[in-house]
């Protein structure tokens, strides 16, 4: 199994801030690295797969890029909208998600 | 518009089997590059992959709950996934997503099912 680490684990930040959250891979997975946000409640929403692509209708303020075993998730200026849990998923083999990053309001 | 909903029993014994249905619509898993996924998570805690079947019957498990696992297309338009010997380490949110092969990223997501493993 590929295991994937994500820091931190938590996260303070307040509105307009840049935010960017990191995702080890215990292995090399090129670029097979997908990003999920997920509120309270509700299912996950695919943001960026294959490390940098933006999934159509999510906003350009997120951004993602990497390749190997380093990746990051970055939101240039955070909304109110976007306090809630991130995931990043290695499908380079057996898909693995990562243990998620609580991002709050500060 | 691509929707899945997640259907069955919210309350199971232990060492039962729980089968989940699936039931999308707007695509069809005989088309080259889709294929239907099962997540799951348990309450307050991260996502946990489970298995996928492909377009051509690929089907992929995790390797840690292989052995009790089975998917399979009912239909057309169903997946069904099937987990023997439920325990109450099992109580979760069960998802079915739609997958892109090609990434393997999720697209499109159903509600969610809460199992309850419980005497």
């Known amino acids: 199994d590929i295991q994937m680490t994500q820091s931190p684990s938590s996260l303070s930040a307040s509105v307009g801030d840049r935010v960017t959250i990191t995702c080890r891979a215990s292995q090399s997975i090129s670029s097979h690295l997908n990003w999920y946000q997920q509120k309270r409640g509700n299912a996950p929403k695919l943001l960026i797969y294959?490390?940098?692509s933006l999934q159509s209708g999510v906003p350009s303020r997120f951004s993602g890029s990497g390749s190997g075993t380093d990746f990051t998730l970055t939101v240039s200026s955070l909304q109110p909208d976007d306090f809630a849990t991130y995931y990043c998923q290695q499908t380079y083999s057996t898909p693995h998600f990562g243990q998620g990053t609580r991002l709050e309001i500060k | 518009q691509i929707t899945l909903k997640e259907s069955g029993p919210t309350l199971v014994k232990p060492t039962q089997t729980l089968t989940l249905t699936c039931t999308f619509s707007?695509?069809?898993?005989?088309?080259?590059?889709?294929?239907v996924t099962w997540i799951r998570q348990p309450p307050g805690k991260a996502l946990e992959w489970l298995a996928v079947?492909?377009?051509?019957?690929?089907k992929r498990y995790s390797p840690s709950l292989r052995s009790r696992l089975t998917i399979i297309e009912a239909s057309k338009n169903q997946v069904v996934l099937t987990m023997t010997n439920m325990d109450p380490v099992d109580t979760a949110t069960y998802y079915c997503?739609?997958?892109?092969?090609?990434?393997?990223?999720?697209?499109?997501w159903g509600q969610g099912t809460l199992v309850t493993v419980s005497s």
């Open positions: 997503a739609y997958t892109n092969y090609g990434s393997g990223s999720s697209s499109y």
């Open positions: 079947i492909y377009w051509n019957d690929d």
């Open positions: 294959a490390a940098s």
């Open positions: 707007d695509f069809s898993l005989s088309t080259s590059g889709v294929g």
